[in-house]
């Protein structure tokens, strides 16, 4: 298993990565399309993540979408959305360089007390987040 201080990954501790990333990202997605109803690049970007996961993308193609994931951040005036967007954005660069997992659960969580979620739900949510961190990346992660 890797190491928190791990540069490089195998393509499967990736791929594990980019799924479980996406699933974090996903569930506040609709926190962004509340205030972005129009903008699809996030729903494009974790259709890729899916697709990488699977095996039928791959790191260049979702790189981009990674890339768009982020101008949709800066290009919102909408905290929360923003960090949904950020957190989408990471799940998929997860593909390229695995510790931008890292990063997931504190943009969802994020956006989530930005949109006045309850103390009580962020912790919930932030509780589901690590019951699903695929086997042996706790540590990786940076959970105890």
Do not use: N
Not at 54 to 83: I, M, N, S
Not at 103 to 118: D, E, I, K, Q, R
């Amino acid at each position: 298993m890797p190491e928190p201080t791990d540069l490089i990954l195998s393509e499967d501790e990736r791929r594990a990565l980019v799924g479980w990333a996406a699933m974090c990202a996903w569930r506040v997605l609709p926190l962004y399309e509340r205030a972005c109803p129009d903008d699809r690049r996030l729903h494009a970007a974790l259709g890729g993540a899916i697709a990488f996961v699977a095996g039928q993308a791959g790191v260049e193609e979702v790189r981009k979408l990674a890339y768009d994931c982020h101008a949709a951040a800066r290009e919102t005036d909408d905290e929360a959305a923003a960090a949904v967007a950020r957190a989408c954005g990471q799940a998929v660069g997860a593909a390229h360089v695995g510790s931008r997992a890292r990063s997931v659960p504190g943009y969802a969580l994020t956006a989530l007390t930005l949109s006045g979620a309850s103390p009580e739900t962020v912790a919930a949510e932030s509780d589901w987040q690590r019951t699903q961190v695929p086997g042996g990346l706790l540590a990786y992660l940076g959970y105890p």
